[in-house]
C-alpha cells in the first residue's frame, strides 16, 4: 500500500496528531503517518499532506500583519521554513489543504489576501459554504463528466477568512483550476506537476474531485 505523509501538530509535551476526520480520509488511499513538523524528511512516503491549520504568518509573505490575523500556526511554520523546500526537490507528490494550499500559494511566488472579509465588504470573515466554479485548466486533469460526476452540488465548505486569490497569482507558474463563484478566491490550483491544493477541507465532506486528485498525485 502506499504510505501517505500528514504534517501534525502538538498534542502533547512529545506527541503530535491530526483530526480524525483526516485519518478516515487519507485511509482510503493508503497507510497514513503522522509527520512531527520538527523530524527531517520522511523518504519513506509516497505523498506528503500539508493540512489546515491556524493562520498563516504574514512574515513569510513579506507583509505586517492585518489586525484580524491572530493565531499563526507556529508549529506548521517550522515546517513550512525548514522542511518543505527538501520535499520539493525531491519531487515528493504534495497535496494541500487550506493553509497547506496557502502555505503552497506563498512558497510559488503568489501572494494571499490576509482577511478578505474585511477586504470584500460582501463577504462575511467565515462563510459556511462557498460555490465552486471549475475552469476550463481543470478538464485536462479531470474530463467535465467525471466533474459533474463527482460534484454535484459545486459547492464546498469554507473555513478560511484568508486566501489566495486569481490577482495574487499574475507572474507564477501557479495554475488556478477553480475557483469561488463571484469571487476571485482560488478553490483549487496546481503548483507543479505533482504539486496540488485546495482551499477547502475535503477529508469533511469526501468530494470526489479531490479523491481523484490524491489518486493521481500517488499514480492510481
Not at 35 to 51: A, E, F, K, R
Not at 97 to 122: A, D, E, P, T
Not at 173 to 181: K, R
Request: proline fraction near 4%; charge should be negative; charged fraction near 20%.
Amino acid at each position: 500500500m502506499k504510505k501517505i505523509g500528514i504534517v501534525g501538530w502538538k498534542t502533547g509535551e512529545n506527541s503530535f496528531g491530526v483530526t480524525t476526520p483526516y485519518i478516515e480520509w487519507l485511509s482510503k488511499f493508503g497507510i497514513v503517518q503522522i509527520l512531527s513538523p520538527q523530524q527531517g524528511v520522511d523518504d519513506t512516503i509516497d505523498l506528503l499532506v500539508l493540512p489546515g491549520g491556524l493562520d498563516i504568518a504574514p512574515q513569510s509573505m513579506n507583509q505586517v500583519p492585518g489586525f484580524l490575523t491572530s493565531n499563526t500556526d507556529v508549529m506548521k511554520q517550522y515546517f513550512y521554513d525548514n522542511n518543505l523546500d527538501q520535499y520539493l526537490e525531491k519531487g515528493t507528490p504534495i497535496f494541500g489543504i487550506c493553509l497547506g494550499f496557502q502555505q503552497l500559494c506563498v512558497k510559488f511566488g503568489g501572494q494571499l489576501v490576509q482577511n478578505y472579509g474585511f477586504n470584500y465588504s460582501n463577504k462575511s470573515r467565515f462563510e459556511k459554504v462557498d460555490k465552486l466554479k471549475a475552469l476550463p485548466e481543470l478538464f485536462n486533469l479531470v474530463d467535465e463528466t467525471k466533474f459533474k460526476e463527482n460534484f454535484k452540488k459545486y459547492e464546498v465548505n469554507s473555513l478560511h477568512h484568508q486566501g489566495c486569490f486569481l490577482a495574487g497569482i499574475e507572474g507564477t507558474s501557479i495554475e488556478a483550476l477553480a475557483i469561488e463563484e463571484g469571487f476571485g478566491n482560488i478553490e483549487i490550483a496546481k503548483f507543479s506537476n505533482n504539486v496540488y491544493g485546495v482551499q477547502y477541507h475535503p477529508e469533511e465532506i469526501y468530494d470526489g474531485l479531490s479523491s481523484l486528485i490524491i489518486k493521481s498525485l500517488l499514480n492510481e
